[in-house]
């Protein structure tokens, strides 16, 4: 098992399905990990103040309402702006194979669809916590490239 | 934070308000942290640490007392509030020992009043003692017959009790039962009623929490837990305590010579 982290697991926008973002929070938690779960129909702006106050390392961003292309950039930047260049940034959800290649530029290091083994998400937090991948890296590698 | 949670950054103790808000599951602590919240902002700079438990099995803890303060999405009280998850880890305690080090570094960083939730707490979880100077039990309805009242334990620590859900049926008999029980005590808390979620009687929370008077039958019992927290500390910090564990789970290590290992 690796080192135990700080994730905050969020729900940005309007969008109450959140059985997804509660699975995962639950393998990371039986991971070994400490995650806060923020609640439904976040703004960025809340989530960065979350992030801030719980002093995370990760954080996980779930979408079902098709506004990812829009909301996990945002949260990217607004995370740089803050100084948190630190934390690593990663999203879950409905997200079309097509939409991935922008996001993954905007410094989400990982994509995770249904069907993902829990197992999968924790090997990424492990490899991604050893390596200098947060939000405001230089580094361009993303999970599975 | 962090550095001083994982114990690699030392804290001096800070003078100041410390408040615990402790009570069994699902009393509703969290939604009245979040109505005293609402009341106490933006006059004052008010810190919240929220004790959820770890998971004996993984180590890892889902932390989620933030879901229920509303007050931070709004703009003109957030700016004061500071919250932050804790997880218990090792300790055994509604309350890991390094909160008295999170608090002392809020205090000394200008906030007027550190609340502290705590995990759900039974009867005789009085961990919160030696970290937080004020003591606040919260009761609900419906939780056990008049006896319950009667019995020792956390109860007598309480600086004050509050039965909240006081909208639901059987609440006035749990006032009754605690207050008929603290006529015989010498310096009994008060009792108040709220309703977190029709917001009756927080207002009287909310002043009544800035002025609390500690009851002096209760400082020996926190000097009490002060004591065994730091004994206990000892235990938790001592490099060879994760492997013990290991090798009695794994090994069938005997406790008798887990304790020698120990106190090698």
Same mark, same amino acid.
């Given at each position: 098992?690796?080192?135990?982290?700080?994730?905050?697991?969020?729900?940005?926008?309007?969008?109450?399905?959140?059985?997804?973002?509660?699975?995962?929070?639950?393998?990371?938690?039986?991971?070994?990990?400490?995650? *806060?779960?923020?609640?439904?129909?976040?703004?960025?702006?809340?989530?960065?103040?979350?992030?801030?106050?719980?002093?995370?390392?990760?954080?996980?961003?779930?979408?079902?309402?098709?506004?990812?292309?829009?909301?996990?950039?945002?949260?990217?930047?607004?995370?740089?702006?803050?100084?948190?260049?630190?934390?690593?940034?990663?999203?879950?959800?409905?997200?079309?194979?097509?939409?991935?290649?922008?996001?993954?530029?905007?410094?989400?290091?990982? *994509?995770?669809?249904?069907?993902?083994?829990?197992?999968?998400?924790?090997?990424?937090?492990?490899?991604?916590?050893?390596?200098?991948?947060?939000?405001?890296?230089?580094?361009?590698?993303?999970?599975?490239? | 934070?962090?550095?001083?949670?994982?114990?690699?950054?030392?804290?001096?103790?800070?003078?100041?308000?410390?408040? @615990?808000?402790?009570?069994?599951?699902?009393?509703?602590?969290?939604?009245?942290?979040?109505?005293?919240?609402?009341?106490?902002?933006?006059?004052?700079?008010?810190?919240?640490?929220?004790?959820?438990?770890?998971?004996?099995?993984?180590?890892?803890?889902?932390?989620?007392?933030?879901?229920?303060?509303?007050?931070?999405?709004?703009?003109?009280?957030?700016?004061?509030?500071?919250?932050?998850?804790?997880?218990?880890?090792?300790?055994?305690?509604?309350?890991?020992?390094?909160?008295?080090?999170?608090?002392?570094?809020?205090?000394?960083?200008?906030?007027?009043?550190?609340?502290?939730?705590?995990?759900?707490?039974?009867?005789?979880?009085?961990?919160?003692?030696?970290?937080?100077?004020?003591?606040?039990?919260?009761?609900?309805?419906?939780?056990?017959?008049?006896?319950?009242?009667?019995?020792?334990?956390?109860?007598?620590? @309480?600086?004050?009790?509050?039965?909240?859900?006081?909208?639901?049926?059987?609440?006035?008999?749990?006032?009754?039962?605690?207050?008929?029980?603290?006529?015989?005590?010498?310096?009994?808390?008060?009792?108040?009623?709220?309703?977190?979620?029709?917001?009756?009687?927080?207002?009287?929370?909310?002043?009544?929490?800035?002025?609390?008077?500690?009851?002096?039958?209760?400082?020996?019992?926190?000097?009490?837990?002060?004591?065994?927290?730091?004994?206990?500390?000892?235990?938790?910090?001592?490099?060879?305590?994760?492997?013990?564990?290991?090798?009695?789970?794994?090994?069938?290590?005997?406790?008798?010579?887990?304790?020698?290992?120990?106190?090698?």
């Amino acid at each position: 098992m690796g080192e135990r982290q700080r994730i905050v697991i969020a729900k940005p926008g309007l969008d109450g399905h959140d059985r997804g973002a509660k699975v995962v929070a639950r393998a990371l938690r039986d991971g070994g990990h400490e995650v *806060i779960y923020t609640g439904l129909r976040r703004t960025p702006d809340q989530i960065i103040r979350t992030v801030l106050d719980e002093d995370a390392r990760f954080v996980g961003l779930s979408s079902l309402s098709g506004a990812h292309s829009h909301l996990f950039p945002k949260v990217c930047e607004l995370l740089r702006e803050a100084g948190l260049g630190d934390v690593v940034v990663f999203g879950g959800g409905i997200i079309p194979e097509s939409d991935r290649p922008p996001l993954f530029a905007a410094g989400v290091r990982a *994509i995770f669809g249904p069907g993902t083994p829990s197992s999968e998400i924790l090997e990424f937090v492990n490899f991604a916590s050893e390596r200098d991948c947060g939000v405001g890296s230089e580094d361009d590698w993303h999970w599975g490239e | 934070m962090s550095a001083i949670e994982n114990g690699e950054l030392e804290v001096t103790d800070t003078d100041g308000l410390i408040v @615990a808000i402790t009570g069994p599951p699902g009393v509703g602590k969290s939604c009245l942290v979040d109505g005293i919240l609402h009341r106490l902002t933006p006059n004052n700079l008010v810190a919240v640490l929220a004790v959820d438990p770890t998971s004996p099995i993984s180590g890892g803890a889902l932390l989620g007392d933030r879901i229920r303060l509303s007050v931070l999405d709004d703009k003109t009280k957030a700016d004061s509030i500071y919250v932050r998850s804790i997880a218990t880890r090792s300790s055994s305690g509604s309350i890991p020992s390094i909160v008295r080090g999170l608090a002392s570094h809020l205090l000394a960083n200008n906030f007027d009043l550190v609340i502290i939730e705590t995990v759900g707490a039974g009867q005789s979880e009085m961990r919160c003692a030696a970290i937080a100077n004020r003591i606040i039990v919260v009761e609900g309805p419906a939780r056990g017959d008049g006896i319950q009242a009667e019995k020792a334990g956390l109860l007598e620590l @309480a600086d004050l009790i509050v039965v909240n859900k006081s909208d639901m049926e059987g609440a006035e008999r749990v006032v009754n039962d605690l207050t008929v029980s603290l006529t015989l005590t010498d310096d009994a808390p008060p009792i108040i009623r709220t309703s977190a979620t029709k917001g009756d009687g927080l207002d009287e929370l909310s002043e009544m929490i800035l002025h609390l008077d500690e009851r002096v039958t209760s400082r020996r019992a926190r000097a009490r837990q002060q004591l065994l927290m730091a004994h206990e500390n000892i235990l938790i910090l001592n490099p060879a305590f994760e492997a013990i564990l290991d090798r009695m789970s794994e090994e069938g290590l005997v406790l008798e010579e887990a304790l020698r290992l120990l106190n090698e």
